[in-house]
C-alpha cells in the first residue's frame, strides 16, 4: 500500500520527533467542530426523533450517537479536511521566518589573480546573497577568503556551496552565524575567542580576523619592511612567531592585548591534558 502523501501543511508544521501538528487556537478549533458536527447532530436528530421508541430511549440514543460520532467522526473530519484553515496563523507565521534573511560565514580558497573575487560575488547576487563583509588570507596556491553573507531564508547550506564552487572556490566551508559576526571589536573577540576555544589551530586566522590584518609568512617577515606600529608578532609555543601586518594604519594597544589573550588562550587549550574518563568498575 502507497503511503499517503503529506499536505503542505502537514509536511510545513509536523514536528520532526513526535510527527504531530501544533495545537490549533481554541476559536478555529471549535468553528471547524460546529461546522462539521451540524449536519450529523441534525440527521440524527431527524432519524431518531421519528422513531415510535419512548421518549427516555430517544434521548439515550441520541446523546450515545451523538457522542460516538463527534468522537470518531466529526472531530477528525475536522482536523484532516479543515487542516490548512486551522493552522493558517502558524503557517503565515513559518512561512514569514522562511523568507527571512539568515547570516552565514563562508570560507572558500580563491586562484589570486585579476577577476576571481568579481566571479565569485557575481555566483552568490545570483542567489541574492549580500555580502556584508569580506576578509582576505593568503594561502599556499591562492588566497582564502572568508564572507559574511545575508541569504533568503529559503537557500540551505548546500546552495551556498555550490555558489561557491561554481564562482571557482575550493576547499569551501559554510555554517550559520549571528549578527555577532558583525559586532564591535569586544565582542568580535569574544567571539572568535569561543572559535579558538573549539578549534586552537584556528589561531593564526581568527587573529587575522580580529585586526583586520594580513598574515606574513616566515620568510615574508624577514624581507618586508614596514612603518612603526603597523607589524605585529606574537609569540606561540607551537606555531612559533606569527607576524601580522596592516599598512597605513598602526595597531592600537587594546588591539595588541585582545591579539596575545587569544594567542595565550589557544596555546593553553592546545596543551591542556585530556581528562581521563570515570574509572572502569
Known amino acids: 500500500m502507497k503511503p499517503t502523501a503529506s499536505s503542505p501543511a502537514a509536511a510545513d508544521l509536523s514536528c520532526e520527533v513526535c510527527g ?27 432519524l431518531v426523533v421519528g422513531t415510535h421508541l419512548p421518549y427516555l430511549a430517544k434521548v439515550l440514543v441520541l446523546t450515545l450517537t451523538a457522542t460516538i460520532l ?47 573575487l568579481q566571479k565569485i560575488t557575481k555566483a552568490l547576487a545570483r ?76 589561531l593564526p586566522l581568527a587573529v ?13 617577515a624577514v624581507l618586508e619592511k614596514h612603518d612603526a606600529g603597523t607589524r605585529l608578532k606574537i609569540p606561540t609555543a607551537w606555531h612559533g612567531p606569527l607576524t601580522f601586518v596592516r599598512p597605513g594604519e598602526p595597531f592600537t594597544p587594546a588591539e595588541s592585548a585582545r591579539a596575545h589573550r587569544l594567542a595565550e588562550l589557544a596555546e593553553i587549550l592546545a596543551h591542556r591534558p585530556v581528562a581521563a574518563g570515570p574509572p572502569s568498575r
Request: overall charge neutral.
Open 20 to 46: 504531530l501538528m501544533p495545537e490549533p487556537t481554541k476559536t478555529r478549533l471549535t468553528v471547524a467542530n460546529v461546522a462539521v458536527m451540524l449536519p450529523i447532530e441534525l440527521l440524527v436528530h431527524a
Open 208 to 220: 587575522a580576523e580580529l585586526l583586520r590584518a594580513r598574515i606574513l609568512t616566515p620568510s615574508e
Open 70 to 116: 463527534v468522537i470518531w467522526v466529526a472531530e477528525p473530519s475536522a482536523a484532516r479536511v479543515l487542516r490548512g484553515w486551522l493552522h493558517a496563523p502558524a503557517l503565515r507565521h513559518r512561512r514569514q521566518l522562511g523568507k527571512a534573511p539568515s547570516l552565514w560565514r563562508a570560507r572558500t580558497v580563491l586562484q589570486d589573480q585579476p577577476g576571481s
Open 127 to 202: 542567489l541574492d546573497t549580500n555580502i556584508l563583509s569580506i576578509h582576505v588570507h593568503p594561502v599556499a596556491g591562492g588566497v582564502l577568503d572568508e564572507f559574511v553573507l545575508s541569504a533568503p531564508g529559503n537557500l540551505s547550506e548546500r546552495d551556498l556551496l555550490d555558489a561557491l564552487h561554481d564562482g571557482g572556490g575550493s576547499r569551501s566551508h559554510v555554517w550559520p552565524t549571528t549578527a555577532l559576526a558583525m559586532a564591535d571589536g569586544q565582542t568580535r573577540a569574544l567571539s572568535l575567542a569561543a572559535r579558538i576555544a573549539d578549534a586552537p589551530d584556528e
